[in-house]
């Protein structure tokens, strides 16, 4: 199945993560062995649950394809106020060479 969600490129997050709402509709149960327990966007622990989707990142051009791959990442309940993504070190950043122009308010993912 295929759903469209934002992300935030997230250089400071260890992990990617997700909503827990989107996992049933990627197909990655809950619970599931692949919990994992982290901090970081509240004081308290938190519990994630990964798994592997296929994800497209969209790179605004529309005469180019998106960039596919598989991508680890974890759901969690933490995420649904915020109704979007984290891509992270793990699972993103260790795929890409992405390099930052902060003057330019620009990323590259190659």
Request: one cysteine or more; hydrophobic letters at 45%.
């Amino acid at each position: 199945m295929s759903i469209a969600t934002f992300a935030i490129v997230d250089s400071g997050a260890d992990n990617c993560l997700f909503p827990a709402s989107l996992a049933p509709q990627l197909g990655i149960a809950i619970p599931n062995p692949n919990a994992y327990v982290f901090t970081g966007t509240s004081e308290h622990g938190q519990i994630a649950y990964f798994g592997t989707v296929q994800a497209n990142i969209w790179n605004g051009r529309p005469d180019e394809s998106p960039i596919t791959f598989p991508l680890y990442a974890g759901f969690c309940e933490t995420l649904e106020h915020v109704g979007m993504g984290l891509l992270g070190q793990d699972g993103f950043f260790s795929q890409f060479n992405i390099q930052f122009e902060y003057a330019a308010n620009f990323f590259d993912v190659s």
